[in-house]
């Protein structure tokens, strides 16, 4: 069955702090892509990244970067040096062959100043 | 601004009511998803749309149903309403079919409260 793991419910660090989001998931399909969004205290969900399973290059945007490793079956997420306009709740997500997303259950992350 | 829109922001209504919600898509996107977000159930995919056709059915109540038009706009439609069915609902959109390889640009959410 497919699942998305963020095991971290919550983490606060203090700005310009590096930060690592876990993300772990379970799929029988070779094929599949994996998303990040990022939805901030106003609500909306914002699109952050997708990534295919034949794709396993680390991708970097700025102060983000992405580790997709399919050993680990992880794609974990990491904002390097902090603003306070970081801090959201981040979903992770699989599509896969059920033709629909799976998402985790969010990691709330607070960058204090 | 991701160009999806969503009518209304809020909508406070009582238990056994029935309510419509509505969503436009993105500009020459063909699909339409709906997902409920509770906090007990998390982010939840309901129902996809494509074309004017239902493309894929997630955790969908039967007193729940969706549709979208000849102008590409969905409606969902919540009946009976229950307690629990209290919850952010958004509607998303994409270009293609198959939403792996296309993007999912979200719209605001409507926020339904049932007392």
């Known amino acids: 069955a497919q699942k998305v793991t963020q095991a971290q419910t919550e983490i606060s660090v203090v700005e310009k702090e590096d930060v690592t989001l876990d993300c772990v998931y379970e799929?029988?399909?070779?094929?599949?892509?994996l998303f990040w969004y990022k939805q901030p205290p106003s609500g909306e969900l914002v699109f952050l990244i997708r990534?295919?399973?034949?794709d396993e290059q680390n991708e970097i945007s700025g102060r983000y970067s992405w580790n997709f490793q399919k050993s680990t079956s992880s794609f974990n997420f990491t904002i390097t040096a902090s603003q306070v306009v970081d801090s959201a709740v981040y979903f992770c997500?699989?599509?896969?062959?059920?033709?629909?997303?799976?998402w985790g259950a969010g990691t709330k992350l607070i960058i204090k100043p | 601004d991701s160009g999806v829109t969503q009518t209304p922001k809020h909508l406070i209504t009582a238990t056994g009511q029935r309510v419509t919600l509505r969503c436009s898509p993105r500009?020459?996107?063909?699909?339409v998803y709906w997902y409920q977000q509770s906090l007990d159930q998390g982010l939840q995919f309901l129902i996809q749309?494509?074309?004017?056709?239902?493309?894929a059915k997630g955790n969908i109540l039967e007193r729940f149903s969706a549709q979208q038009f000849p102008d590409l706009h969905s409606e969902l439609n919540l009946s009976s309403l229950e307690l629990g069915d209290s919850a952010l609902y958004f509607c998303?959109?994409?270009?293609?079919?198959?939403?792996?390889?296309?993007?999912?640009?979200f719209g605001p959410g409507t926020r339904l409260t049932v007392l």
């Open positions: 749309y494509y074309n004017g056709e239902e493309r």
């Open positions: 990534r295919n399973s034949f």
């Open positions: 998303a959109s994409s270009v293609g079919r198959t939403s792996g390889r296309d993007t999912q640009y």
């Open positions: 799929t029988r399909d070779t094929t599949y892509y």
């Open positions: 500009s020459g996107d063909l699909s």
């Open positions: 997500a699989l599509f896969d062959s059920n033709y629909q997303l799976i």
